[in-house]
């Protein structure tokens, strides 16, 4: 099984090398390339994890398309691209998207469903998340009343920062706030509905808006276990932290070897690697119905 850690095509250049993605500047459109790199605690580790690119890549794939008629979404096509890039179908197969290029919103547009990671932290000590008061006495992991909208800044390094729907207001604009709140709101509804009769409640999770010719464009990832909290629905237990489809178990073992979470990363043993690629794989089975092909 091919493993990307990093795109190399005879020369070019990705104008940015993200955590996991690598993006090519076409002018008017981006080359998004989701490759087998995995971070943890903002460090990337040296060990990649087999298919996990395709995964992402393939689950948002079926998300922009499953709610395509909620927002219109970044995607050209993601299996024709342009020269030179043509002659690495094979390198880019099932993990790229040829996306249109929008001017990206400045904040992480985030909708939680239940009080977990650091909304729970900001619960536990004010009551609130991004301002928002919620009822008291709930657990960690309980379910809340109706999803809410908390956004975040965009950490270029570091973690993002909750703030308040006030500050996007003076941030974006209110008509643009208001925008996103409403319809980051309704992709949400829309996918936890999809998602938890088949198992996977999506306890929160982010999205990314840009705008092209002043309009709302969805972009980025959609809907994934790297942008998102899956948890299966037939574990879950209000009251502490809930078992997950993401980098659980990477995150154990690193928890375990107590790493100072600061770089270099640690390599991953093979038991790790595998047991992270077949939760990747099972989030992808159960949202779509069918398996992932090779």
Known sequence: MKVLRETQFDGLTP????????IYDLGDKLL???????SAFDVILPTPIPEKGRVLTQISLFWFSLLKDVIPNHVISATEFPPP????KEELAGRSMLAKKTKPLPIECVVRGYVSGSGWKDYRTTGKICGIVL???LLESDRLPEPIFTPATKAVT??????AF?????MIGK???VAVRAVSLELYRRAAAHAEPRGIIVAD??????????ELIWIDEALTPDSSRFWPATRYRPGGPQASFDKQFVRDYLERMRWSKTPPGPELPPEVVDATREKYREAYRILTGHELTQ
């Open 15 to 22: 104008s940015v090398r993200g955590k996991v993605r690598d």
């Open 32 to 38: 998004i390339v989701a490759t087998d790199r995995l």
């Open 85 to 88: 890039f043509d002659r690495f």
């Open 135 to 137: 009822p008291t006495g």
């Open 158 to 163: 570091g973690h993002d920062e909750n703030i």
């Open 166 to 170: 006030e500050q996007v207001v003076k």
């Open 175 to 177: 008509e643009l706030a």
């Open 205 to 214: 999770t982010k999205f990314e808006f840009g705008l092209l010719n002043d």
